[in-house]
Each structure stands twice: as C-alpha cells, then as structure tokens.
C-alpha cells in the first residue's frame, strides 16, 4: 500500500512577530486560501453539532462559489451529531483527514479513518460521531442536489482512498491520475468529489478552461498552479476555489507527490433562469 498523507488546517494562532505577507488572493475568477490563515479566529460552530468547529472554506456567494459549499471540520472526542444535515434537499461528501468517524445511515454505521470517503444523498438522515481519543478532520462538500425526472437517487456510498487505484490520464505515463470514488457516467451523480495526483514534474499540459466549478484542497505536496492570468505557488493544507471558465493548469514540485481533493458540478443542464442556485442553501 502506498503511504499517503492528508493534511488539515493549522489551527492556532499566529505570534505578533509573524510578518503580516502572505498568499491569500481573492479574484472574480478564482481565490486562494493559504494554510497559515486558517486559524482558530476563522472558525465557526454549527448547529447540532456537539464539540464541533469547522473552517467555511466556500460557500454559495455573489462573485463567489455558486455551487457548493466545502468546510473542514473537527470532532472533538465523543462530538459529533445526530441531526448532521440541516437541509432536506443537501447531498454530501465527507473525506476524512485525521482520526476516525462512524457515519451511520439507516441503522447501519460505517466507521471511516483517513481517507475514508463518504457520499450521503438527500434527506438519508445520516448521523456522525468521533467515537475515538483523539480529534477527527474530515471534510464536508454540501451541494442542493438537482433533481431529474426518470432519474433515481444515487444511494449512500463509502470508499477509502488506500483501496482505489488512480486511473492514468491519457498520454501521462501515470504522472497524472485521478481517484474516481463514483462511476463517471452514473447520471444519478450531480457532483464529483475525486483525488487528483500528480508525480514530480506532472503537468496540465494546457489551460483548462470549462464550465465546471471547481474547489481544490491540497492534501499533499506542491505544486505552481495557473490560475487565470496568475501563476501561484500552493502546498498542502491550501484551498482554491475556481469559478466556471477560469482558465487552469499546474507544475508539480517538490520531492513527492502533489495530490488534491477535487469537487465539481457535472451531469446536468446548463440553468437557463436565474438567479443561482434558484434555492437557498442551509
């Protein structure tokens, strides 16, 4: 087995002889949010959740993610919740960084350490607890799932990181791969949230440019990524979010593997009425 690693916010609080420079950018096309800002300041509790924080990395914003809201959350030992998801219409992904999480869907729990992933459609009612001695990080994707007539609802999934080979992408010699923790062409899927990796020296050998919204968190590694007009340079524990269209590409570096969490919208008709997303989100 490969030995892979995930890296979650810092947390604490920077000493008043830290240089105030840093990475942060915030653009129309695109935001990076830097692993030394994530700091205790900067986290939230949330409702129902017992010895919870999290860090609101996206969320649905005039100018900002209109898609999908992403957080990295901490349990506290024995924290958790038994009303999880606040929002009938929500579907998520939880991907675990850090210590274990029992995820229980219709009486049956599913416990997920590093790497574990989870899909949880709509209105399953799933519950979450960290039943360990140690605190658990994972992160949540939460998007409204866009419904299709003649289209089921996909059923709760888990997965884990260390038990899926990255497929190749053409033409890369396995330099650039992707994770794929759902079946592409499974139409009942409105979102994809995979891993992508590249080897030192991997490259996008060309600006992506396409309607899926993307958040990106660097789990290891690091690479000089393009984002628009800007090249900047990222490493573990950095987000970035990219709006539709945003010109993308990246150049790996470093001594190993450059690896990030991916989500993005898929499988679905371009809305042709505003505004979006035509519902609030919890």
């Not at 850090?98 to 997920?112: D, N, P, S």
């Amino acid at each position: 087995m490969v030995a892979r690693t995930y890296t979650p916010p810092l947390g604490g609080h920077p000493p008043q002889t830290d240089l105030l420079t840093g990475r942060a950018v915030f653009t129309e096309a695109y935001a990076v949010i830097p692993r030394d800002v994530l700091r205790d300041i900067v986290t939230s509790y949330l409702p129902f959740w017992e010895d919870t924080r999290a860090w609101i990395l996206a969320r649905p914003l005039s100018g900002f993610a209109e898609t999908f809201s992403q957080y990295v959350v901490e349990v506290g030992p024995g924290g958790g919740s038994d009303r999880a998801e606040p929002d009938p219409e929500a579907e998520g992904v939880l991907f675990v960084m850090e210590g274990e999480l029992a995820v229980t869907v219709g009486g049956q729990a599913h416990r997920l350490k590093p790497g574990g992933y989870a899909f949880l459609p709509p209105s399953c009612g799933w519950t979450a607890r960290n039943e360990g001695s140690e605190p658990t990080r994972f992160h949540w994707i939460r998007k409204l799932y866009e419904r299709v007539d003649g289209i089921d609802l996909p059923e709760p999934l888990f997965r884990n990181d260390h038990d899926i080979a990255p497929e190749p992408m053409p033409l890369t010699e396995g330099r650039w791969a992707t994770t794929r923790f759902v079946d592409p062409n499974d139409m009942r899927h409105d979102m994809h949230v995979t891993v992508v990796t590249f080897q030192p020296g991997g490259i996008i050998p060309f600006a992506e440019t396409h309607v899926m919204e993307h958040g990106l968190y660097v789990l290891e590694g690091q690479a000089v990524y393009r984002l628009n007009q800007d090249w900047v340079e990222v490493q573990a524990g950095d987000f970035m979010w990219l709006r539709a269209f945003c010109p993308q590409a990246c150049y790996a570096g470093g001594p190993g593997p450059f690896r990030y969490l991916l989500y993005k919208d898929v499988n679905r008709h371009a809305k042709l009425a505003g505004p979006w997303p035509a519902r609030r989100s919890a």
